[in-house]
């Protein structure tokens, strides 16, 4: 009898001990997974805080050639989620930050990917055209669409508009606005729910005459300039 309490015992034991442990790692794997998403979100407001800070000089870049590099690293999930991309030509010597443009088009790509949904036609469309002293491009998609009455509010820090299962942390938008600011732009949304949405922006292509002559490539006072602007 003493043995068969001790044995009930001992197995009252490991089965705590089991249950301990599971929780344990269950614990260890959400302060992990925390921990992670700590990171991201420091390192986003990180890059946001940065933009235009390190006044980098605007030097001429073939956009084009930057929406290679973007499309080239969102292949995967393009192919996985079956969506389509229609390309029209981008314009070239642009004044920008080829990172920083990099960023604009790799979030607005992404967003596009994320908020797909389930439209049965599944395109992402991307063009650009020039203007006498600015080009414009646009990123159209035929996802879920945004209520007009939050066409402002997507811009804003923190902003998710959907309770979808979307990577992110509502970053993305208000760190592409700050991008196309500081580099004397304008960003805006066409869209309505249901419709697909489409982001276009602005960038200058010369700033105005100083000491006689026009200033086709932005210094590093100028985008600074354009930011207190903006």
């Known amino acids: 009898a003493q043995q068969a309490q001790v044995n009930g015992l001992r197995h009252h034991v490991e089965t705590l001990k089991g249950a301990i442990q599971t929780r344990f790692d269950e614990s260890l794997r959400f302060i992990s997974k925390s921990v992670e998403k700590m990171d991201v979100l420091l390192s986003s407001l990180l890059a946001v805080s940065r933009v235009g800070r390190k006044a980098d000089p605007l030097l001429p870049q073939d956009l084009g050639d930057i929406l290679d590099d973007v499309l080239a690293t969102c292949e995967h999930q393009l192919t996985q989620r079956s969506i389509g991309v229609i390309r029209h030509p981008l314009p070239n010597a642009v004044p920008c930050r080829r990172n920083e443009l990099n960023q604009v088009f790799s979030n607005l790509v992404a967003n596009a990917i994320a908020y797909m949904g389930s439209s049965t036609r599944r395109v992402i469309e991307i063009g650009g055209a020039a203007h006498e002293d600015h080009i414009e491009c646009s990123v159209r998609d035929t996802g879920i669409g945004i209520d007009p009455a939050d066409h402002e509010r997507v811009f804003q820090m923190f902003t998710r508009l959907e309770a979808i299962d ?39 292509t010369r700033l105005p005459p100083q000491g006689g002559r026009q200033a086709l490539v932005a210094a590093s006072t100028g985008a600074r300039a354009q930011e207190a602007v903006g």
């Open 166 to 204: 979307a990577p992110g942390e509502g970053i993305g938008l208000a760190y592409v606005r700050k991008i196309i600011r500081s580099h004397g732009g304008r960003i805006w949304v066409e869209s309505r729910r249901g419709e697909g949405s489409t982001f276009f922006f602005t960038l200058p």
